[in-house]
């Protein structure tokens, strides 16, 4: 009962902070378009899943004249300027005490992953659970386990039966340092040491999907270490199993 | 605006050409190396070209020629001070004028027209010091077809002239990354001319795009999409537009790379855990998987005579580059030294990788010589990525940061002259580049 109760929390956690924040533009696109799906689509409003995403592709045939690149007007109206926006919620924070763009130091990005704070709160606070990675490293660190025990209890609706509230996709990203081919394998292989580690906690293997993109979503794109040291990750991302 | 200028507004080039490059560590038999032979430079006189047509042309065929030869540094250009011209007869052509010039050939062409929309051209060589005409090529063109056309004339000089292949004709395939209103990114998989005018684009997608590799008879393109939220493997019919999904494995689907035959591609999966290599009969969509350890393998490309797969891996801690003997079955280790070596493209005569090698904690393109193991870096540009050789060996792309905007662009760069031409976008950023196999051209020779 007390599982289920932290359970209902972290989805009205996600309710108010689905209907409460406004849209948002975000650097990442998975955060603007999150916001939208949940606004629109409330039948389905529970967490955000690289599924939700809608894209749009256009094919053209080489033989079509109508191939020639055209101006479009709304990309010459864009500005050169790299604006240095912050992970969804952490930007939240950093604009509601300072009121302006800053950039957080390695401390400041911790906030809302230390052992006590619940994955719901973390949620509640708009902050996407993101585990960080050294360069060309896909190993865990002793912290980021930490990070991750933290929340396994959250996971399950009964341990003993290994029935989980939750299905999670981790999300690999890579720096945009290096080749991109090796990046997408990369990004895949920091989802898939936190996977292993999750199963070592006995999370069911089918509640863990991996994906990576490589270093196609980074969170700067500032091309210094102090930014694409935060580019190196694994995302959370949840999925409701009470959906079906 | 017509469709000419749109795309020149749109990408907007920037030929900046850097004819002084100095090249540092690096020694320069290596591109002689390449090329087989320490030649002179090569004065030639381009006359402007005879256009007997009163159709305006879109391009200036003269001037691509021109530029063409000119980046290939094998050329010494020789103005002369004369209008457009073709002679009637060796009598006509004045060669004592020519050799005063310092000039020991000379290109004329004449362009007419060859009903609607279509062009003959010819083009004959002169050789100043016998005092005679060495041949006339002729081919018919459509007025689609100006820039290639131009592009092809640049090859059949260089090739009678030099002995060695280049591909000025040849195009580049590379992705665009710009965004939209909404701050979201616009992905455009373009292909252009290998100067990067004429730029085209074959998709266009809101989900990235990534690593085009092209078919060996340059008629389709293998890329990895993720349009449907993963990462898939699509091949691209050019002609058409017509896409058939190749690869939608669990896991990672990406870096397609073609067998010299065409009739395989090899990619990097990820449906045991890791990410392996397999190769992929396109035909049956049979795969069979080349690599197995719990370590990172990817970026896989075929030795021309399709003897090795070379890739990358990280089986020993750190990204290097390996071979597969594909008749023995055997592995063997390709780069010792370095941090970071990876993102291998291997030159035709099976001699060269070029690759990004990190030196003075710098991730730059350098030429790896296989036999002798040493590593040449050849750029002093940042955060370098995706070297892609030409089909001659002559020409390298790659992408690289503009540092001003910190937004990604390609360069071009000519081993032998060592001058580099970028290739930016207005507001985004233009990445992995792939060079596209030669063109071959149907056309009449005649002798003297």
């Known amino acids: 009962m007390k599982k289920l109760s932290i359970f209902s929390f972290l989805i009205s956690g996600l309710f108010l902070n689905a209907c409460v924040l406004p849209p948002e533009k975000g650097d990442i696109d998975a955060d603007a378009q999150s916001v939208t799906q949940q606004e629109n689509d409330l039948d389905n409003p529970l967490f955000i899943s690289p599924k939700d995403r809608k894209g749009s592709i256009e094919v053209t045939a080489l033989e079509d004249d109508s191939n020639l690149v055209e101006v479009s007007e709304e990309l010459q109206d864009q500005n050169n300027q790299t604006t240095p926006t912050l992970p969804r919620g952490l930007q939240e924070l950093a604009d509601s005490s300072t009121k302006q763009y800053y950039i957080a130091t390695q401390e400041e990005l911790k906030i809302g992953r230390k052992e006590e704070e619940s994955l719901a709160a973390l949620l509640e606070l708009g902050l996407q659970p993101t585990i960080y990675f050294g360069f060309d490293h896909s190993q865990l660190s002793e912290e980021s386990k930490q990070i991750l025990l933290a929340y396994k209890k959250e996971f399950f609706i009964n341990e003993a039966t290994s029935t989980v509230a939750i299905t999670l996709t981790l999300e690999g990203h890579t720096d945009q340092v290096g080749t991109t081919q090796y990046n997408l394998s990369l990004g895949f292989k920091r989802a898939l040491s936190i996977k292993e580690f999750l199963l070592e906690q006995g999370i069911p293997e089918n509640a863990l999907k991996i994906e990576s993109f490589g270093e196609e979503r980074p969170v700067f794109e500032i091309p210094t270490e102090e930014y694409q040291r935060y580019n190196r990750r694994v995302e959370i991302y949840f999925a409701s199993q009470r959906k079906e | ?448």
Do not use: C
């Not at chain 2, 530029?67 to 011209?85: Q, W, Y």
């Not at chain 2, 990114?185 to 001319?193: G, H, V």
């Not at chain 2, 091949?235 to 689907?253: F, P």
């Not at chain 2, 370095?338 to 030159?347: C, H, K, R, T």
């Open chain 2, 1 to 448: 605006m017509n469709h000419q200028s749109k795309a020149k507004a749109y990408i907007v080039v920037f030929a900046v050409i850097l004819l002084s490059f100095t090249m540092g560590v690096v020694k320069a038999d290596i591109y002689v190396d390449i090329l087989g032979g320490d030649e002179q430079r090569i004065p030639i006189v381009v006359l402007p070209f005879d256009v007997q047509t009163k159709k305006e042309l879109k391009h200036k065929m003269d001037k691509i020629v021109l530029n063409d030869l000119s980046r290939s540094g094998l050329f010494s250009l020789i103005e002369a001070p004369v209008t457009s011209h073709s002679f009637s007869s060796n009598n006509d052509v004045g060669y004592k004028f020519f050799r005063k010039l310092g000039a020991e050939n000379i290109i004329a062409a004449q362009i007419k027209d060859n009903g609607p929309n279509s062009y003959l051209l010819r083009v004959s060589l002169y050789d100043v010091l016998l005092k005679k005409k060495k041949w006339t090529y002729s081919w018919g063109f459509s007025s689609k077809q100006l820039r290639q056309s131009a592009h092809q004339i640049s090859d059949l000089i260089f090739k009678e002239i030099t002995g060695k292949e280049s591909a000025f004709s040849s195009n580049l395939a590379f992705i665009t990354v710009q965004k939209n209103k909404k701050n979201r990114r616009i992905y455009r998989l373009q292909i252009a001319d290998s100067d990067g005018f004429d730029a085209k684009t074959v998709l266009k997608s809101t989900d990235p795009i990534l690593s085009p590799a092209w078919s060996p008879n340059g008629q389709r393109l293998a890329y990895t999409s993720f349009e449907n939220g993963r990462s898939e493997i699509y091949i691209h019919h050019l002609q058409t537009g017509k896409r058939e999904l190749v690869a939608s494995y669990k896991g990672i689907n990406g870096s397609p790379a073609w067998s010299p035959d065409g009739e395989s591609l090899a990619m990097t999966l990820s449906m045991q855990g890791n990410s392996e290599i397999y190769i992929m009969n396109l035909l049956t969509k049979k795969l069979r998987r080349l690599t197995k350890n719990p370590s990172i393998d990817t970026e896989a490309n075929f030795s021309h005579n399709g003897k090795y797969v070379y890739f990358t891996s990280n089986r020993k801690g750190k990204p290097q580059i390996y071979r597969l003997n594909m008749y023995t079955g055997r592995t063997e280790q390709v780069t010792k030294i370095g941090e970071y070596n990876a993102g291998s493209s291997i030159s035709k005569d099976g001699k060269y990788l070029a690759l990004i090698h990190s030196s003075e904690k710098k991730l730059r393109v350098a030429l790896y010589d296989i036999e002798n193991e040493e590593f040449h870096p050849i750029t002093d540009t940042f955060l370098d990525d995706s070297p892609s050789i030409s089909p001659g060996a002559n020409m390298l792309v790659y992408s690289s940061i503009d540092r001003i905007n910190n937004n990604g662009q390609l360069v071009i760069m000519d081993l032998r002259a060592r001058s580099k031409t970028s290739l930016k976008i207005s507001n985004g950023t233009v990445k992995e580049p792939a060079w596209g196999p030669a063109r071959q051209i149907t056309f009449k020779k005649t002798l003297n």
